[in-house]
């Protein structure tokens, strides 16, 4: 999943990605209002992560703008300014959510799940192909019920690729889910963590195929599908 994290205090910043990424979530990092707005309009987010005081403005105009452009994002205030009628103010402006800083890791990663599951058509469904599970709402991945652990990268691809079983995934789809817009990679990146990937589906036996369509992108399949 791909948040966009906006936030202006660059140690805080550093923390809350590096603790996403932990966790598999792609991350955009904005520091102001006017680089959040281009964000938003050069890539799709599931969640913001949003902080009010920016260097040029309230953060929860971000929110207004959203809605101006009809973007589907869920937006989690996370502010210092935690009196009850503000955070009553950002409600009412539109936050799905508002966290008062400091805050715990670990709440505000449930707090993204619980985004997350207002936002998914899919909550609580799951995606069998061949050995594999893909828990939609957990985003875990299991091997015959065990859990099935991949690097960050390519578990991001896995996922990308395991909803869209039987059909051609595009290249720019995979690398958006796999990278940030600041994210530095090479052309052949891709092919890199693809190569790896299809290592290890084929050492564990997992019952499953990538397959490349020439000219267009990458199928998965079960192994003696079609």
């Given at each position: 999943?791909?948040?966009?994290?906006?936030?202006?205090?660059?140690?805080?910043?550093?923390?809350?990605?590096?603790?996403?990424?932990?966790?598999?979530?792609?991350?955009?990092?904005?520091?102001?209002?006017?680089?959040?707005?281009?964000?938003?309009?050069?890539?799709?987010?599931?969640?913001?992560?949003?902080?009010?005081?920016?260097?040029?403005?309230?953060?929860?105009?971000?929110?207004?703008?959203?809605?101006?452009?009809?973007?589907?994002?869920?937006?989690?205030?996370?502010?210092?300014?935690?009196?009850?009628?503000?955070?009553?103010?950002?409600?009412?402006?539109?936050?799905?959510?508002?966290?008062?800083?400091?805050?715990?890791?670990?709440?505000?990663?449930?707090?993204?799940?619980?985004?997350?599951?207002?936002h998914a058509p899919d909550v609580g469904r799951t995606i069998t192909v061949g050995r594999l599970t893909?828990?939609?709402?957990?985003?875990?991945?299991?091997?015959?019920?065990?859990?099935?652990?991949?690097?960050?990268?390519?578990?991001?691809?896995?996922?990308?690729?395991?909803?869209?079983?039987?059909?051609?995934?595009?290249?720019?789809?995979?690398?958006?889910?796999?990278?940030?817009?600041?994210?530095?990679?090479?052309?052949?990146?891709?092919?890199?963590?693809?190569?790896?990937?299809?290592?290890?589906?084929?050492?564990?036996?997992?019952?499953?195929?990538?397959?490349?369509?020439?000219?267009?992108?990458?199928?998965?399949?079960?192994?003696?599908?079609?």
């Amino acid at each position: 999943m791909k948040v966009l994290l906006v936030e202006d205090d660059h140690d805080l910043a550093a923390v809350t990605r590096r603790l996403l990424h932990r966790h598999n979530y792609v991350v955009d990092l904005a520091g102001s209002l006017s680089s959040a707005r281009a964000a938003l309009q050069g890539s799709q987010y599931e969640v913001v992560l949003l902080d009010r005081r920016l260097p040029d403005g309230d953060g929860v105009d971000l929110i207004h703008f959203a809605q101006e452009k009809k973007l589907s994002c869920k937006f989690l205030v996370l502010s210092a300014l935690g009196e009850l009628q503000e955070r009553v103010e950002g409600l009412d402006l539109g936050a799905d959510d508002y966290m008062v800083k400091p805050f715990e890791p670990e709440e505000l990663l449930a707090r993204i799940r619980a985004a997350e599951r207002r936002h998914a058509p899919d909550v609580g469904r799951t995606i069998t192909v061949g050995r594999l599970t893909l828990d939609c709402d957990t985003r875990n991945l299991d091997l015959d019920g065990e859990p099935f652990v991949l690097p960050r990268r390519e578990m991001l691809m896995m996922e990308q690729l395991m909803h869209g079983v039987n059909r051609v995934m595009a290249r720019p789809a995979l690398e958006r889910a796999m990278y940030g817009y600041d994210d530095q990679f090479e052309s052949n990146t891709l092919e890199s963590h693809m190569s790896r990937l299809r290592k290890t589906l084929a050492k564990h036996a997992c019952g499953v195929k990538i397959h490349t369509v020439r000219g267009m992108g990458y199928m998965l399949r079960e192994n003696g599908a079609g």
